[in-house]
């Protein structure tokens, strides 16, 4: 055996989306889209002077001698993975997740061990689909040397890993770092997380799910662009100013907020905020009881619309005013359900299903729990928290259900998106998502 070597390297974990579920429908076709995966990945990593230590089914475990070099050969990846996946069919498309992390690993009979390489491996679950993550360490080194923006996540509790590491999402869209902020008729907004100012730190998923509900509802109007909340999370009580925020989010108007609930009671604040005069556009305070939070939702959407001068068209209107459930349980367990998922941890997923299931107890009718329920079953079969077949089996009977009760329900149709995604059938999935 040779002696160990210990020494500081970027270490690339790799994930090719679906695989799973592909070689259970379809073994012949996953083998052959696995051959050109393995071919197209070997020949981009030889070219950047990558070190492929090993492949564990139809992952890559990489290593490179600089942080820089990894993360180039990542977007040489993708790049090269898109251009590709232009050319075939849907089914035939091939979606790579990407983590980085650099840091000591301990070399070993050509092997690499170490939290350098537990770290990569946990990241690459953070990536999108045909996305890179990396590490706040890999960021230090690359930060202001590439083309491409990079985008802070929410710090994340890893498993095996003590403390919480920062994340950050390599943003390969094009126009993303280049908004048009002179325009005030280029509405592109960011709602930032709400703060909570309850007497019970408990209630800071009410806050928390506020802000998601308020980026589904402003995100149901088509004049309005509005960004990801996985792009805004980690805006969470931070000190940075308006502009800052808008000008790291490209955005030109900046909704913030806060809500203090107490009992049956509910107070929400919320300012509408020029980004380049970091002037209140609109403001407003509401104290209602917590059953009437659905009207000071769609009552906030439509004022942001009103300001930025955005006509509302009658169906969008509606779907605004729409109040998804006459239960307040139900509602509160929804709200409690869509934060734990956040959370990636095996314990917060199946308490997010727990309170998904609470929630349709209490409103069989409620499309967006059985939405959330579908969500989860299939983030439990992808982490294999839970055997994936079935899992996207019970996801498929979610979906069929919110569907049914609402055909139009935004959440429902990004749940049948992911759904398609995960059986490979990207066509339909983009069409969803459209």
Known sequence: MLEAERRLAAIMFTDLVGYT?????????????????????RSVVKRRRGREVKTVGDAFLLEFGSALEAVLCAIEIQSVLNEQNKLVGGAERILVRIGIHVGDVIHRDGDVFGDAVNIASRIVRFAEQGGICISGQ?????????????????????????????????????????????????????????A???????????????????????????????????SVNHYKETSKTVAQIGNELGVAFVLEGSVRKAGNKVRVGAQLIDVESQEHIWSNQYDRNLNDIFSIQS??????????????LKGERARIERKDTESTVAYVAYLKGRT????????AIK????????????????????????????????????????????????????????????????????????????????????
């Open 299 to 312: 009552d906030i959407a439509k004022k942001v619309a009103d300001s930025l001068e955005v006509t509302l």
């Open 340 to 347: 734990l998922l956040h959370d990636r941890s095996e314990k």
């Open 138 to 194: 890999v960021y230090a080194q690359v930060v202001n040397k590439l083309e491409y923006p990079l985008l802070k996540m929410s710090a994340q509790s890893l498993k095996n890993v003590e403390q919480p590491i920062d994340l950050y999402r390599v943003v390969l869209e094009p126009g993303v770092d280049a908004p048009h902020k002179s325009s005030k008729a280029w509405s592109r907004v960011a709602v930032l997380p709400f």
């Open 351 to 434: 308490g997010a299903k727990e309170q998904f299931e609470l929630a349709v107890r209490e409103d069989a009718g409620y499309a967006k729990a059985y939405s959330g329920l579908a969500d989860t079953y299939m983030i439990l079969g992808d982490y294999l928290f839970s055997p994936f077949p079935s899992s996207l089996e019970e996801a498929k009977k979610q979906i069929r259900k919110a569907l049914e009760l609402d055909p139009n329900l935004a959440e429902a149709r990004v749940s049948l998106a992911n759904y398609l995604m995960y059986n490979y059938d990207f066509v339909g999935s983009e069409n969803e998502l459209r």
């Open 196 to 230: 909570n100012i309850s007497p019970d730190p408990r209630d800071g998923y009410f806050a928390d799910g506020l802000t998601e509900e308020m980026i589904s509802a402003l995100s149901e109007v088509k004049g309005l662009r509005v960004i990801a909340r996985t």
């Open 21 to 41: 579920a592909m070689a259970q429908r379809n073994e012949s076709l996953a083998l052959e889209l696995l051959e050109r995966h393995n071919t197209l990945l």
